[in-house]
Nanobody
Framework: QVQLVESGGGLVQAGGSLRLSCAASGTFSTISAMAWYRQAPGKQRELVATITSGSSANYADSVRGRFTISRDNAKNTLYLQMNSLKPEDTAVYYC???????????????WGQGTQVTVSS
């Protein structure tokens, strides 16, 4: 099993910054791709950014240029640096990791419980 715990969310004014973290623990052997998703009230969950094990990143158009996804493989931790925050960034942000368990031959997607980000105008 893989546990993902997000942290760093909170309340920030428009134009401000936050950095989210996602720490992975458990019996996995490797983590390949990781990603941040978010879900605003009344909206579907959407992909924010992805990053490969080699740190190749992709971003949703809505956050490109403002957010930066990164990872520290030695610490099994994913980050999302969010700058120039807008009220429309308000959402619960979720961490996802594709991980292979010890003694397992395939990868599965694991999700964190989410952290709330609220951006005031």
């Amino acid at each position: 099993q893989v546990q993902l715990v997000e942290s760093g969310g909170g309340l920030v004014q428009a134009g401000g910054s936050l950095r989210l973290s996602c720490a992975a623990s458990g019996t996995f052997s490797t983590i390949s791709a990781m990603a941040w998703y978010r879900q605003a009230p009344g909206k579907q969950r959407e992909l924010v950014a992805t990053i490969t094990s080699g740190s190749s990143a992709n971003y949703a158009d809505s956050v490109r240029g403002r957010f930066t996804i990164s990872r520290d493989n030695a610490k099994n931790t994913l980050y999302l640096q969010m700058n120039s925050l807008k009220p429309e960034d308000t959402a619960v942000y979720y961490c996802k990791a594709d991980a292979r368990l010890r003694f397992g031959g395939r990868s599965y997607a694991y999700w964190g419980q989410g952290t709330q980000v609220t951006v005031s105008s």
